[in-house]
């Protein structure tokens, strides 16, 4: 099976910088995803990580160490509407399991 | 918008009842996933069908059934409902048969009393 570990939640100012970590167990590695969920919103997949390094997309950068099981999302110049759900998943027997979920409340 | 649709977007039913929430993927889409996202579980994989045959088997209930038919739309059957079953279910779909990159519908909102 799959686990994965994720803080609850995080909160920080409108133009900082924050790390979500992601933390997995599992069998089958496939590679690491990230999804946003607004409240009340369908999750919108954000990155994609197969191979160990760092994966830019605009403000948000997601990165992998698959000898650590490790990875993190990092969101920079955070604005207002970052304010939202964020899941790292895994794929695994044709299963995409996500971790229980980040939520980041951006203040002004 | 994901292209993905599902209907009705709100559901409101009593115990041991029976529902049926229905999903339309994106156009071009093959493959059709079903989660269940509730407070305390998290969002939980179900069920996958892909060009009209299981692919794959999540913590899904015997009560609950699911199909994909040939115009590859797909419903879930939820039946005997309790109280716990009340949920968000998520409908997500992808061209190909295992991705990370799924698109999600808005889902539908069950609500069991």
């Known amino acids: 099976g799959q686990s994965l570990e994720q803080p609850s939640e995080v909160t920080a100012v409108e133009g900082a910088i924050v790390q979500i970590n992601c933390t997995y167990q599992?069998?089958?590695?496939?590679?690491l995803s990230w999804y946003q969920q607004h409240d009340g919103g369908a999750p919108t997949f954000l990155s994609y990580?197969?191979?160990?390094g760092l994966e830019e997309t605009g403000r948000f950068s997601s990165f992998l160490s698959r000898s650590d099981s490790y990875g993190y999302l990092l969101l920079q110049e955070l604005q207002m509407k970052d304010s939202a759900s964020y899941f790292c998943?895994?794929?695994?027997?044709?299963?995409?399991?996500f971790g229980a979920g980040t939520t980041v409340t951006v203040r002004a | 918008d994901s292209g993905v649709t599902q209907t009705p977007k709100h559901l409101i039913t009593a115990t041991g009842q029976r529902v049926t929430l229905r999903c339309s993927p994106r156009?071009?889409?093959?493959?059709v996933y079903w989660y269940q996202q509730s407070l305390d579980q998290g969002l939980q994989f179900l069920i996958q069908?892909?060009?009209?045959?299981?692919?794959a088997k999540g913590n899904i209930l015997e009560r609950f059934s699911a199909q994909q038919f040939p115009d590859l739309h797909s419903e879930l059957n939820l039946s005997s409902l309790e109280l716990g079953d009340s949920a968000l279910y998520f409908c997500?779909?992808?061209?190909?048969?295992?991705?990370?990159?799924?698109?999600f519908g808005p889902g539908t909102r069950l609500t069991v009393t």
């Open positions: 997500a779909s992808s061209v190909v048969e295992r991705t990370y990159e799924q698109y």
């Open positions: 599992t069998s089958g590695f496939y590679g």
């Open positions: 990580n197969g191979l160990d």
């Open positions: 998943a895994v794929m695994g027997d044709y299963k995409l399991s």
């Open positions: 156009s071009g889409d093959l493959s």
């Open positions: 069908y892909y060009n009209g045959e299981e692919r």
